[in-house]
């Protein structure tokens, strides 16, 4: 017997926009006078990021990075490579990278050891949401928009085998038998 999914909306569209909202503020506060380099994890990051940086109110210049640690499941493999590089210069300039969720820890914890070897001035990260119950690596989160139960959310541009990333909400995913 095939098993359904049921969603449970965890955050609304309009908690979001408002937490999107606070987070850009102290961004644009924390990076006035520059022009930072901000780099979004892909794929998930896209809405959140499309949406923080129309808030930001300072120059930037945005490129993206592609991981792969998942594959098709659930959990992540703790294996991690790079399948899209950055391809904007950043030596010397502030990077802010900008995530959906930290989970584990093992993809960002990597990504922020590889920008670190392109010997930026500085690199701070950005996230939506924040599972600190899941962390098998620390990780330093410089912006958090929510920190969330462990549970498999999806929506707002997170996915369970690219499905679901369309939502408006943020939602947990359940598999009902």
Do not use: W
């Not at 017997?1 to 644009?28: C, F, N, P, Q, Y």
């Not at 794929?43 to 993206?64: H, Q, T, Y």
């Not at 592609?66 to 502030?94: A, F, H, N, W």
Request: charged share 25%; proline share 5%.
């Amino acid at each position: 017997m095939k098993s359904k999914s049921k969603l449970t909306v965890l955050h609304t569209g309009e908690e979001i926009k408002a937490v999107v909202t606070r987070l850009a503020d102290e961004i644009t506060q924390a990076y006035a006078g520059k022009c930072p380099l901000v780099i979004g994890v892909l794929k998930g990051s896209f809405i959140f990021m499309a949406d923080l940086v129309r808030n930001l109110n300072l120059p930037l210049e945005l490129d993206f990075i592609r991981l792969s640690s998942y594959g098709c499941g659930t959990e992540s493999s703790g294996k991690v490579k790079v399948i899209q590089d950055i391809i904007t210069p950043s030596e010397g300039r502030d990077v802010l990278v900008v995530e959906d969720i930290v989970d584990s820890g093992y993809s960002i914890s990597f990504l922020l050891g590889y920008l670190q070897k392109k010997k930026p001035a500085s690199v701070k990260l950005c996230c939506l949401m924040d599972k600190p119950l899941r962390r098998k690596v620390p990780v330093p989160v410089d912006y958090v928009g929510f920190t969330v139960p462990d549970k498999f959310l999806v929506g707002y541009g997170l996915d369970c085998a690219e499905q679901y990333r369309n939502l408006p909400d943020i939602c947990v995913l359940e598999e009902s038998k």
